[in-house]
C-alpha cells in the first residue's frame, strides 16, 4: 500500500532517516533494501547498554525459521499464510511466558 501510494499516485512522503528501536545488526536489511542504505542507528541503539535482560536464540539478534505453509490470496486481495501466522503468535506467547519467568 505504502508503494502504491507513494510512487503509483505520487502522494507526498517523507522517509525516515533515524531509527531508535532495532539493533543495528536488524537495522540493516530494512536500511539496505527500502531506505537505499540511508538509514541510520539513533544513538540509543547503539550504546553497549542497549540490551534486554531476556536472553534468546544463544543472544543473536534475530532467526530465520522455515515454515511449511502455503500463501494465498484472501478475497481483499491480500495474501496470507496461516501456518506462519501461527508460528509467529506461538512465538509471541512463548516470549510472553518467559518475560513471566514461566517456562513450558
Given at each position: 500500500?505504502?508503494e502504491?501510494?507513494?510512487?503509483?499516485?505520487?502522494?507526498?512522503?517523507?522517509?525516515?532517516?533515524?531509527?531508535?528501536?532495532?539493533?543495528?545488526?536488524?537495522?540493516?536489511?530494512?536500511?539496505?533494501?527500502?531506505?537505499?542504505?540511508?538509514?541510520?542507528?539513533?544513538?540509543?541503539?547503539?550504546?553497549?547498554?542497549y540490551?534486554?535482560?531476556?536472553?534468546l536464540?544463544?543472544?543473536?539478534?534475530?532467526?530465520?525459521?522455515?515454515?511449511?505453509?502455503?500463501?494465498r490470496?484472501?478475497?481483499?486481495?491480500?495474501?496470507?499464510?496461516?501456518?506462519?501466522?501461527?508460528?509467529?503468535?506461538?512465538?509471541?506467547?512463548?516470549?510472553?511466558?518467559?518475560?513471566?519467568?514461566?517456562?513450558?
Open positions: 500500500l505504502h502504491r501510494l507513494m510512487f503509483d499516485c505520487n502522494h507526498k512522503y517523507t522517509m525516515l532517516d533515524v531509527q531508535y528501536r532495532m539493533r543495528p545488526a536488524i537495522s540493516q536489511f530494512p536500511s539496505a533494501r527500502f531506505y537505499s542504505s540511508n538509514l541510520k542507528n539513533g544513538p540509543n541503539v547503539v550504546r553497549q547498554d540490551n534486554g535482560s531476556t536472553h536464540l544463544n543472544d543473536q539478534h534475530f532467526a530465520f525459521l522455515q515454515v511449511s505453509g502455503e500463501e490470496q484472501s478475497h481483499s486481495g491480500s495474501f496470507e499464510n496461516p501456518a506462519e501466522a501461527e508460528t509467529v503468535a506461538n512465538l509471541v506467547s512463548d516470549l510472553q511466558r518467559m518475560s513471566r519467568g514461566q517456562t513450558g
